[in-house]
């Protein structure tokens, strides 16, 4: 059956690769990591060596172009995503890329247009839109049990950039240091952004924010000195949704609690339901509901079903939530339908409030979506 397995290339031997893409990959028995790239050759020998990837390469425009590899799966630093995934998309390949696709939100809309005019299926790395949990959730609100939605509330914030010794990634950094950059508002904010319009079942219409530097000095990877890095160590916004829903979201590198940090809160008129994405315990995540009869919330078991092939929650969040969504990227791309939640397209939109956010921030006002150029 090795013929039918779709087969993978994998762009980018780092950290997040070797601790969620392969191992996804790896677990699901309809696919074949083929290949894998890396611009520092000895790193993708050593990852490929260690997944029993059978080849490996430092040249990426090589392994987009072979006819041979059915799904490009990027896992690079965030600047090169845009390259990399219309390289993809121009070469047929269906493709994965880690966020952000772009950071101006209509290049984004226009890669998906490309894809779907090409038949192809595109998926962005929305970790938190596929755990156990949220799934769950999802689940319970369409059957009804929160009724009609009010309120959303989200977090993502941990404290692993308190001290400013430990290392942000150079792609992190910004030249222009005479204002205070979107940094965790785009990385962090666009998990929670996601969840927020996915679970309310409308989009953004209005925004208004705030962001600040707390930590002038910074390290990055490679050099030990401390650098101005005036990017936006926390930031909090306010959103209205299309259906009348109110919300808001907070994400930050430096307040106090374990990573990943993303929370998710939704209010009705039926129930309400908080789900905590925060490994704590050993445990990755935890689901608490509450009705008006019972406003207590109590933590609930997340139904089997909702776990990936093998996962249970004691696994490592990074492996179990990423299972669950390559998992769901296979069954689109199989399904040769319509399937293919969390694609380019939401990439756009959670990409397009991002802009939004920073524009309210910059110009101090409300900002209404969609923005000029949007869907
Ligand atoms: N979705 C999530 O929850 C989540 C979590 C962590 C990281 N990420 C994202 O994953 C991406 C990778 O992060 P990381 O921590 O693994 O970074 P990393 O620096 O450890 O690894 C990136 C690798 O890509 C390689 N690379 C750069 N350009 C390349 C190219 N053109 N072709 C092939 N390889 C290339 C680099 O040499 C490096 O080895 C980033 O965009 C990051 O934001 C997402």
Known sequence: MAASKL????????????MAHIPGWKRDPRV?????????????????????????????????????????????????????AAAAVEAGKHVLSEKPVAHDFRETLR???????????????????????VRYAKSLIDQGFVGRPFIFNGYEQNSQWLDPQTPLRRSQMRED????????????????????????????????????????????WGSDRLTPMNID???????????????????????????????????????????RMVEEFGIAETIKLATPDSVEFKEVEIPRKFYPREGNPKESWRSLFYAN??????????????????NFAD???VQE??????????????????????A
């Open 7 to 18: 087969r993978i290339g994998v762009l980018g031997a780092g950290r997040w690769a070797n």
């Open 32 to 84: 074949e990591v083929v290949a894998l790239c890396d611009v520092e050759k000895a790193l993708a020998q050593e990852m490929a060596q260690r997944f029993g990837i059978p080849e490996h390469t430092d040249d990426w425009q090589g392994l987009i172009a072979r006819p041979d590899i059915d799904v490009i799966d990027i896992v690079t630093p965030s600047n090169t995503h845009q390259e990399l």
């Open 111 to 133: 890669l998906d247009a490309e894809a779907k005019r090409k038949g192809l299926k595109t998926k962005l790395g929305f970790t938190f839109r596929h755990t156990p949990g």
């Open 177 to 220: 240091q005479s204002m205070v950059q979107v940094v965790s508002l785009e990385g962090y904010g666009a998990p929670i952004i996601d969840i927020g319009r996915w679970w309310v079942g409308a989009g953004y219409s209005s925004v208004v924010g705030t962001m600040r530097n707390f930590i002038p000095e910074r390290r990055v």
């Open 233 to 275: 160590d926390g930031d909090v916004f306010v959103a209205e949704f299309g259906n009348g829903v109110i919300g808001s979201i907070q994400t930050s590198f430096v307040t106090i609690g374990n990573f990943p940090g993303v929370e998710a809160r939704i209010f009705g008129d039926k129930g309400a339901i908080i789900c």
């Open 325 to 342: 969504l390559i998992e769901d990227f296979i069954d689109d791309i199989l399904d040769g339908g319509d399937r293919n939640q969390g």
């Open 347 to 349: 990439g756009a939109a």
């Open 353 to 374: 409030v991002i802009n939004a956010v920073e524009l309210s921030i910059r110009q101090r006002r409300w900002v209404d979506l969609p923005l000029a150029g949007g």
